[in-house]
């Protein structure tokens, strides 16, 4: 266990404080600054970084608490070369400002030095639940506390995160990172229910409000796999990819044993689908021991979700790939996966294989929906959402964003999605709120002259 946990040992090492200095006065602070355009929650970039030119760490820091709960995280996971780093204006003559490892420095410095402890404003605005805390729930719950609301995060795990601790492995995002900010968020005022789940048992939708909270906010993500109708997809041999880093994630924390992991050392793995999530799991196959991982994907190089960047570094680690490619059938030898026929351009090869993991999506489970009324969705589980308040579903009083709503599908554009969610909550509440004091007392006070 000693020799693989080092393998998922971060790969991508953060800069010292001479090496963040010396880049963040590469930057050239334009007057109309591209990187904050191509950042999906419109950081104030070029000010944070001036901030960082001149040593003042905890001056950047302020700027970047004003738009993100999770700035660690997004430093690292964030896929910067098409957003922030990709606008950069540096970046035509192969010279863009490494954003993303500028603000995973200032937030790191940050954490380890606890620099910044934010004065808060009185919690008396009003109560939210947040059910779930992945990107999303936590974006709401950051930012609805410093608004001055009272904010109570339901979660059926048994520690918070969701995605970020669950689902991105530990070599890309390490999870002592993510509890770093989580605890940030508690420090705002923030209370975690862990091991609650909501939607099972007497805690529904309606029970939260009979508890008081003034509004609901939905994040709950996609936690039903989509699968393939392939002839042999039933074996055992055959999983979800989340399932997967999910079990590997617990074995890396101690939770699990080795053995539980499934895929053992000298494996022969396929992966189906080519986004992040199939790079995740074709990377970490290698890292737990596999001897060849490939993925295979139906259509070409240039057409597939994933960063390039994250493919680039999956072949320098050996993970193998076939375009244009699908596989068609899964065989077993008494009930044990042993073979997989792969389809290109007609022609069939069969290979060896022990284990299929499958990364093509996931669906909203429907916990929360059906025991609930008043919350439509569309065809495929998708909660139905409002533009006015912003989030709203059909069930007054209850938001929904991130995955279940079909909007987001990377950890920043989840917080982007949830911000606006954020303050339509705001919004809703404090009409509710208005409208209730009018008509407790006929009509406002006016005030004295």
């Known amino acids: 266990m000693e020799t693989e946990n080092k393998s998922f040992q971060e790969v991508n090492e953060g800069y010292t404080m001479l090496e963040a200095i010396n880049e963040a006065k590469r930057c050239l602070h334009c007057k109309v600054p591209q990187c904050k355009k191509g950042c999906p929650i419109s950081h104030d970039i070029p000010d944070w970084i001036h901030e960082l030119s001149m040593g003042n760490l905890g001056n950047a ?4 608490n004003n738009k993100s709960n999770l700035p660690s995280v997004c430093g690292r996971v964030c896929p910067h070369e098409k957003q922030c780093e990709g606008h950069c204006v540096l970046n035509k003559r192969g010279e863009g400002i490494r954003v993303g490892k500028l603000e995973r420095f200032i937030a790191d410095f940050d954490g380890n030095m606890s620099l910044i402890r934010e004065n808060l404003l009185p919690k008396t605005r009003g109560k939210i ?10 974006t709401i719950a950051g930012d609805m506390a410093r608004q001055g609301f009272n904010v109570e995060i339901f979660e059926m795990e048994p520690e918070p995160g969701g995605v970020l601790m669950f689902g991105i492995p530990e070599y890309r995002l390490p999870k002592e990172i993510v509890r770093r900010e989580i605890k940030k968020i508690e420090e705002l005022g923030v209370v975690f229910h862990c091991n609650t789940t909501v ?60 053995e539980e992991v499934v895929v053992h050392e000298g494996n022969r793995v396929f992966v189906i689908g080519c986004g992040n999530t199939a790079m995740d799991a074709a990377r970490t196959a290698v ?62 090869r069969t290979e060896k294989a022990d284990f299929v993991i499958m990364a093509v999506g996931s669906a909203p489970a ?75 007392k006929g009509e406002m006070k006016k005030p004295e002259v």
Do not use: C
Not at 200 to 212: P, R, V
Not at 304 to 314: H, N, P
Not at 401 to 421: E, F, H, I, W
């Open 366 to 440: 429907s916990r929360i929906v059906s025991t609930t009324t008043g919350i439509d969705v569309d065809e495929r589980g998708y909660v139905l959402t409002r533009e006015k308040p912003y989030g709203m579903t059909t069930r007054k009083g209850v938001f929904a964003g991130g995955d279940v709503v079909n909007r987001p599908s990377t950890v920043v554009l989840a917080m982007r999605d949830a911000k606006r969610v954020a303050e339509g909550m705001a919004q809703y509440v404090d009409a509710v709120k208005l409208i209730e004091a009018v008509n407790e």
């Open 199 to 258: 939607g099972k048992g007497d805690l529904t939708i309606e029970k939260l409000f009979e508890m008081g909270y003034d509004a609901i906010f939905m994040g709950t993500g996609t936690g039903v796999p989509k699968k393939l109708h392939i002839p042999g997809s039933n074996l055992k041999g055959v999983r979800q990819a989340i399932w997967f880093l999910r079990r590997v994630s617990l074995y890396n924390e101690g939770n699990l044993s080795r």
């Open 287 to 348: 890292r737990i021991g596999a001897s060849h991982v490939e993925v295979v994907y139906h259509r070409t190089v240039n057409e597939m979700s994933a960063l390039r960047s994250e493919y680039e570094d999956a072949v320098a680690e050996g993970v193998k790939f076939s375009w244009q490619s699908s596989i068609v059938e899964i065989h077993d030898d008494n009930g044990t996966l042993n073979e997989v026929v792969i389809e290109s351009n007609g022609e069939r």
């Open 61 to 64: 820091m302020n700027i970047i």
């Open 129 to 138: 639940a947040v059910i779930g805390s992945g990107p999303a729930g936590l």
